[in-house]
């Protein structure tokens, strides 16, 4: 049974950073693709971030040069770091395994002086 489960959310002011971090369990984690999404009040939840298998990267226009994601093969753990974020990055952040079509529960970062 797949179980994605994030953490590290919270408030944090305008320019500043945090970093957010899933935990996966019950599939062969370092063979699958990882992503991190977000939906913010009243929109559409949309993608921030992929890590493939070999740790090659894929960003939103968006948070590109802001936002790093990485992954830990031997923890089954993905990250993401968020720093320069603005008041537009406040949203439910999920973590996601594509080909089994799971997500995490979701983390709420808001950013706010």
């Known amino acids: 049974q797949v179980q994605l489960v994030e953490s590290g959310g919270g408030l944090v002011q305008p320019g500043g950073s945090l970093r957010l971090s899933c935990t996966a369990s019950?599939?062969?984690?370092?063979?699958?693709?990882m992503r991190w999404y977000r939906q913010a009040p009243g929109k559409e939840r949309e993608f921030v971030a992929s890590?493939?298998?070999?740790?090659?990267?894929n960003y939103a226009d968006s948070v590109k040069d802001r936002f790093t994601i990485s992954r830990d093969n031997v923890k089954n753990m993905v990250y993401l770091q968020m720093n320069s974020v603005k008041p537009e990055d406040t949203a439910v952040y999920f973590c996601?395994?594509?080909?089994?079509?799971?997500w995490g529960q979701g983390t709420q970062v808001t950013v706010s002086s």
């Open positions: 890590i493939g298998i070999t740790g090659g990267t």
């Open positions: 019950g599939f062969t984690f370092s063979i699958n693709v």
């Open positions: 996601s395994v594509p080909s089994r079509n799971s």
